[in-house]
C-alpha cells in the first residue's frame, strides 16, 4: 500500500493512503457476498439472491459506500502501522465521504487524503555554551528564631484577661460584620462575605491579609463594639473586594493573653520528641531552611534555563496537545484543591460548567511553557543519551501503585510505568543542564521569607 506524507504546520501530517485496484475489486467482492448472504429478500434463499438484483434492491450507491466505508477503515489503520505514525487526533478527512464515494470506482485505483495531528516535533537548537541569569537564594540565620519566635507563641498558654483592653500579641475571639463605606464615610450596605461568628484572632498585624484590623482593636475590652476601616489588598480572596475600602464592625466576646513557654531544652522536646535539646533543634531547623534555599535556587536556575530554552529550540505545538496539557492541568488542580480540604460542592462550584472556558484560558500559557518545556528536555535527554536509574524508576512506581491502591484509585500499569519514567528522565535533563550552563547569579528581588515555610519534622 502506497502512502505519501505531507509535514504541515504545528505537528501535522497529511497522509494520502492508495488503494491498490485488486483491494478494492477484492473488498467489493467480499461486501456483495456479505450482504447476499445478510439481506432478506422475498422470494429468495439467504445466500441465493442474484448479484443483479440485490444490487438493484439495494442501490449501487448503498454498496459502494459500504465497499469504500470498510476500506478506508482497514487501510487507515495499516497505513499508521506501515509508516509508524501515532497521531494524537481523530482523523480528519479532506473531502467529504460523500464526495469520496462519488469518485470512488470498486476495481479502479483509489486515493483518499486525511489531516491527522501527531505529537509535537522539537528543533533542539543549539544549546552548547548556554548562558542564564538566575535569581539567587541565600540562607539567613534570623530565620530560624522567627520560626522559633512563632513557635513559642503557638505554644504559650492563654489567661483570660478582664481588666485592660487588647494590646499587640494577645488572643481574641471576635464576631463581625462588614459594611460598604457610604458617600458620607459612613456604613452602607452590608457585605455578606464578611459576616461571621466566633472568629479566633492572633492580634499580631502580620498574621492578617487585611490592613487595619489588628491596630484598630487596639484597646478594645470585653463586650465592646467598634468599627473600624479596613484596607482590602490586590490579591484578596473574595474579588470583589480586592483593593476595597470598608467598615468592619467587630464585638470582642473573649481576650487572652499569652504566656510564653522559655526557649530551652523542655521547649524543644515539645515541639518534637526526636530533640534531645534546644541546640538540636536550632540545628535541625538551620538544616531544613538550607535545603529550601538550594531548592530554591534550583527552580530559579531551572526556570531561567527553560526561558532561554524556549527562545533557542522552538516547539510545534497543535491545539490537540495544548487542550490535552491544560486538561491536565485543571485535574491537577482539582486534586490539590481536594487535598487541601474543599468540599465536593465548593468543588463543583468552582469547576461548574460556565467556568471552565475562562478556567481554560488562563491555564493555556503555563501549559503551553509546560509541554513545550517536557519536549525540549525529553528531547536533550534523547540527543544526549540521558537515562534514568531504572531502580528508582521501579521504586517510585511501586510507591505509587501502592498510594493509588490505598486511595481506591484505578491505573493502567504501563501508562504509570511510561510518567514515572518520562518524569526522572527529564530531571536526568535539567541536572545536566544545571551542570552544562554558564551561571550569572543575581540578587533576589524580595528579600522576605516566610516563617511558615518550614517545620521541624
Same mark, same amino acid.
Given at each position: ?9 504545528? @505537528? ?29 429478500? $422475498?422470494?429468495?434463499? $439467504?445466500?441465493? &439472491? $442474484? ?22 477503515? @482497514? ?7 506501515? =509508516? ?9 478527512? &479532506? ?17 483518499? +487524503? ?8 522539537? +528543533?533542539?537548537?543549539?544549546?552548547? %555554551?548556554?548562558? !542564564?541569569?538566575? /535569581? ?25 484577661? *478582664?481588666?485592660?483592653?487588647? *494590646? ?15 458617600? %458620607? ?6 457585605? $455578606?462575605?464578611?459576616?461571621? =461568628? ?5 492580634? @499580631? ?5 487585611? /490592613?487595619?484590623?489588628? /491596630? ?7 463586650? #465592646? ?11 484578596? @480572596? &473574595? ?10 464592625? !467587630?464585638?470582642?466576646? #473573649? ?17 518534637? #520528641? ?8 536550632? *540545628? ?26 524556549? *527562545? ?12 490535552? #496539557? ?27 460548567? +460556565? ?26 535527554? +534523547? ?10 524508576? /521501579?521504586?517510585? !512506581? ?18 504509570? =510505568? ?40
Amino acid at each position: 500500500m502506497k502512502v505519501t506524507q505531507e509535514k504541515l504546520p504545528a @505537528s501535522r501530517l497529511r497522509l494520502a493512503i492508495e488503494i491498490p485496484a485488486d483491494q478494492s475489486q477484492k473488498a467489493h467482492e467480499a461486501t456483495l457476498k456479505q450482504l447476499a448472504n445478510t439481506v432478506r429478500i $422475498p422470494g429468495f434463499r $439467504p445466500g441465493k &439472491v $442474484p448479484r443483479p438484483v440485490l444490487i438493484q434492491r439495494l442501490g449501487a450507491g448503498y454498496i459502494k459506500a459500504k465497499v469504500l466505508e470498510d476500506l478506508i477503515g @482497514s487501510t487507515y489503520q495499516n497505513a499508521l502501522s506501515q =509508516e509508524k505514525i501515532a497521531p494524537i487526533s481523530q482523523p480528519e478527512f &479532506v473531502q467529504t465521504f460523500e464526495n469520496m464515494v462519488g469518485l470512488f470506482t470498486p476495481g479502479q485505483d483509489f486515493t483518499y +487524503e486525511v489531516l491527522v495531528d501527531v505529537f509535537p516535533s522539537v +528543533e533542539l537548537g543549539d544549546i552548547d %555554551g548556554l548562558a !542564564v541569569e538566575a /535569581e539567587d537564594a541565600e540562607f539567613k540565620p534570623q530565620w530560624v528564631e522567627e520560626w522559633l519566635t512563632n513557635k513559642q507563641s503557638e505554644l504559650a498558654t492563654l489567661i483570660p484577661i *478582664e481588666d485592660r483592653g487588647a *494590646e499587640l500579641g494577645d488572643a481574641a475571639i471576635i464576631d463581625h460584620r462588614g459594611y460598604r463605606v457610604a458617600e %458620607g464615610g459612613g456604613a452602607g450596605d452590608e457585605i $455578606p462575605e464578611l459576616k461571621g =461568628e466566633n472568629l479566633k484572632l492572633d492580634l @499580631s498585624p502580620d498574621k492578617l491579609q487585611i /490592613e487595619g484590623v489588628v /491596630e484598630g482593636m487596639t484597646g478594645m475590652t470585653l463586650g #465592646e463594639t467598634r468599627q473600624i476601616t479596613v484596607q482590602f489588598p490586590e490579591d484578596y @480572596s &473574595v474579588e470583589s473586594l480586592r483593593g476595597e475600602t470598608a467598615l468592619l464592625e !467587630v464585638t470582642l466576646k #473573649e481576650l487572652k493573653a499569652k504566656e510564653l513557654p522559655e526557649l530551652d531544652d523542655d521547649f524543644a522536646a515539645e515541639v518534637g #520528641e526526636e530533640f534531645a535539646s534546644l541546640d538540636q533543634l536550632k *540545628e535541625h531547623l538551620a538544616e531544613q531552611f538550607q535545603s529550601q534555599v538550594q531548592q530554591q535556587r534550583d527552580n530559579n536556575l531551572d526556570q531561567a534555563i527553560l526561558t532561554a530554552l524556549l *527562545e533557542r529550540c522552538p516547539v510545534e505545538l497543535n491545539e490537540t496537545a495544548i487542550e490535552a #496539557e491544560v486538561t491536565q492541568q485543571l485535574q491537577q488542580t482539582l486534586t490539590q484543591m481536594r487535598q487541601m480540604g474543599l468540599t465536593e460542592v465548593q468543588l463543583q462550584q468552582v469547576f461548574a460548567q +460556565e467556568n471552565l472556558p475562562s478556567l481554560r484560558a488562563e491555564a493555556r500559557p503555563g501549559a503551553i511553557q509546560v509541554l513545550s518545556g517536557r519536549l525540549i528536555y525529553l528531547k536533550i535527554a +534523547e540527543t544526549k543519551n540521558l537515562k534514568p536509574d531504572a531502580k528508582a524508576v /521501579e521504586e517510585r !512506581v511501586t510507591q505509587m501503585a501502592l498510594l493509588f491502591k490505598n486511595q481506591g484509585q484505578s491505573y493502567e500499569k504501563d501508562q504509570l =510505568e511510561n510518567y514515572v519514567r518520562e518524569e526522572f528522565t527529564i530531571q536526568e535533563a535539567q541536572t545536566w543542564l544545571r551542570d552544562k550552563v554558564k551561571v550569572t547569579w543575581i540578587a533576589p528581588k524580595s528579600e522576605t521569607k516566610s516563617e511558615t515555610e518550614t517545620g521541624a519534622d
